[in-house]
């Protein structure tokens, strides 16, 4: 069960590790690379699903009757750079954001963004 | 010709975005978008008329057989969505020069548009679709530009809105993912056709629970469903007038058709809805959204951030819609998507037009604007009275049906409900017209000019459809009415 199931228990972990990390951390760095290891689980997951016992790569050749499954593989194919672009637009925010805010921890950009509607209220009522 | 049309639907936008690179002057890459998403628009009227006609079209994208190749399938329910989406995408797209003159630095203009264009081609494409595998692909292309179009706003929030909504997108996204490769374990098949056909035969086993549950969860934060919306009023408040006018007439609307149709189509009624008490829980989270939103609507300063709830508590009716499980109530669902486009798409174009002329959507900004851009404003007054259903509107079509489903089920409490929850909007919409017309302006000495053509021509026109629709229900409640029998009739 442990064993015949060890790829499956890996996905798990790693997905559970990934989304802690997501929701856990407050540093947004630290959250996009929760979000890839989270992504990366999924890919696993199909990946090996895609393996059939004894089977090789899908390339025709004599002596061979047993292949793996390749439309998992090129599914994830396309999920990777789907991945990929996630993470650099992710990173790509999160310069912009340490720019203007000076920071990339939440709690600060937070309170960054309360003390400035804080201001704006004060500033209507004393119009 | 007439045959492509499904993919062309999808692929004119796709080719038309990188093409804007190449042109890059601002007044010629927008009329080169307006043309693309005009000749979708019109392709999906062709589709609709078709399917209307002959019934379901099936499209094999390269001449590949349906369960292996991917195949588009248009039936009522998706030629109906293509036409909400492609129309209010045109007509949002003609005001958006002028609109993002004032609010995106020139340099980024083409950027702007090559964007709009993707995120347009990813929700066609959804839509458009057969394949599952294919919905997740053209989900991240959608997504994928929102974010980049969110984070184009004028204030640093923005980014930190656009931020947020990537990770609860992405989430999203991958639970999807990985519902849909659970099913692919246990049928393997993706094409959503094929996976109706084979799924009940394994429908007892936990996978396919697993995979319910994690694609149920996955569009439902897309969604934006009650209490999976935080990410929505930062996002719809903060982004470029203009993206928000798109996005709150389509994204969620697209959300809510992969709901209809995964528990419809792939999962099947009887799965969806017996093996699983989703219809309890759905209803129970709907109504919970009409309230918990619409009541944090009345207490927003940011007009924006009030409509942006509002939109958040219309997704509950279409959900309580959804969650009666009978052809009425989906009929309800489906037009109140519809209706919701128009709308929405109304007020937040009027809104881009406040801010064209204002700077801003302050609530304390919206002094006398009554008296100094009245059209603008007597769109928002229309748009509101059909947010809260008042007759003649299309707001109050799509309550009417909601309301008699409800009846005819015998569930009088919730119709009660509804109603009470119809009195909020009242409240809220209130509160801007108040502020608009029966307060005098802050500082007098500032003229406020009328918005320009450009603006109000978009802008009465969902105004007057709001009308039309709302007196002459032939077309949205005849295509509503089919799509909801095709789902339940042949249901799979």
Redesign the interface.
């Known amino acids: 069960m442990l064993i015949g199931l060890f790829n499956d228990w890996i996905v798990v972990i790693l997905m559970m590790i990934g989304?802690y990390i997501?929701i856990a951390h407050g540093n947004?760095i630290k959250?996009l690379i929760g979000?890839t290891i989270?992504?990366t689980s999924?890919f696993i997951?199909?990946i090996s699903?895609a393996k059939v016992d004894g089977g090789t790569a899908p390339i025709l050749a004599d002596g061979i009757t047993q292949y793996s499954n390749p439309l998992?593989h090129v599914?994830i194919l396309?999920?990777i750079v789907?991945g990929i672009?996630?993470t650099a637009?992710?990173l790509s925010?999160?310069v912009?954001?340490k720019e203007?805010?000076n920071s990339i921890e939440e709690e600060e950009?937070q309170q960054q963004?309360n003390e400035e509607q804080l201001s704006m209220?004060k500033a209507?009522e004393n119009? | 010709m007439i045959v492509h049309l499904p993919i062309l639907q999808v692929i004119i936008p796709l080719m038309a975005a990188p093409i804007c690179l190449m042109l890059n002057r601002a007044k010629l890459v927008w009329l080169f978008a307006l043309l693309a998403s005009g000749l979708a628009f019109s392709i999906s009227i062709l589709l609709l008329q078709q399917v209307m006609t002959s019934g379901v079209i099936s499209y094999e994208l390269g001449g590949w057989q349906a369960p292996w190749g991917i195949e588009y399938r248009i039936d009522k329910l998706n030629a109906f969505l293509l036409l909400i989406i492609s129309g209010i995408s045109t007509v949002v797209l003609v005001a958006a020069q002028t609109s993002i003159e004032k609010e995106i630095p020139k340099d980024k203009h083409t950027y702007f548009y090559v964007l709009y264009l993707l995120s347009l081609t990813g929700m066609l494409g959804i839509v458009a679709t057969g394949d599952a595998?294919n919905i997740?692909?053209f989900l991240?292309i959608s997504s994928?530009s929102a974010?980049?179009l969110i984070?184009m706003g004028q204030k640093?929030?923005a980014?930190?809105a656009?931020?947020q909504y990537?990770?609860m997108g992405?989430?999203g996204a991958?639970f999807i993912?990985?519902g849909i490769?659970l099913m692919?374990?246990m049928t393997g098949t993706l094409n959503m056709q094929d996976l109706s056909q084979r799924l009940p035969e394994v429908a007892q086993t936990r996978t396919v629970f697993v995979s319910f549950a994690f694609v149920i969860v996955g569009v439902c934060l897309k969604l934006a469903m009650f209490p999976l919306h935080l990410w929505l009023p930062n996002a719809y408040a903060y982004a470029p007038s203009i993206v928000t006018a798109f996005f709150a007439a389509t994204a969620t609307k697209v959300a809510v058709y992969l709901l209809i149709r995964f528990t419809f189509s792939v999962f099947g009624l009887s799965f969806s809805f017996t093996t699983i008490p989703l219809q309890t829980l759905f209803m129970a989270l709907g109504l919970l959204g009409i309230f918990v939103a619409s009541t944090t609507a009345i207490y927003q300063?940011n007009v924006k951030h009030l409509f942006a709830y509002s939109s958040i508590a219309q997704i509950g009716y279409m959900i309580v819609g959804f969650s009666v499980s009978t052809v009425a109530g989906l009929t309800a669902t489906l037009l109140h998507m519809f209706n919701h486009a128009l709308m929405k798409g109304a007020i937040f174009l009027a809104l881009a037009a406040v801010i064209y002329r204002v700077g801003n959507v302050e609530l304390?900004n919206f002094r006398g604007l009554g008296r100094q851009m009245p059209l603008t404003m007597a769109a928002i007054v229309i748009g509101g009275l059909s947010l809260i259903g008042v007759p003649l509107t299309v707001g109050f079509v799509s309550k009417w049906y909601l309301l008699t489903a409800l009846v005819e089920q015998g569930w009088w409490p919730i119709a009660v409900l509804i109603l009470l929850g119809s009195m909020l909007a009242v409240v809220y919409v209130w509160r801007v017209i108040e502020v608009a017309y029966f307060k005098e302006p802050?500082d007098p000495s500032i003229k406020v000019k009328e918005a320009p053509m450009s603006f109000l021509i978009p802008i009465w026109t969902l105004v007057i459809a709001n009308i039309y629709f709302g007196i002459d229900t032939r077309l949205s409640v005849q295509v509503a009415e089919a799509a909801a029998q095709s789902l339940f009739g042949v249901s799979p």
């Open positions: 989304l997501v947004l959250k979000l989270f992504q999924v997951f199909y699903m998992p599914l396309t999920a789907v672009a996630t637009l992710g925010l999160v912009r954001i203007t805010y950009i963004d209220n209507e119009a | 595998f997740f692909v991240e994928l974010y980049a984070a640093r929030q980014l930190w656009s931020y990537l990770i992405t989430i991958t993912l990985i490769g692919y374990q300063s304390k802050l």
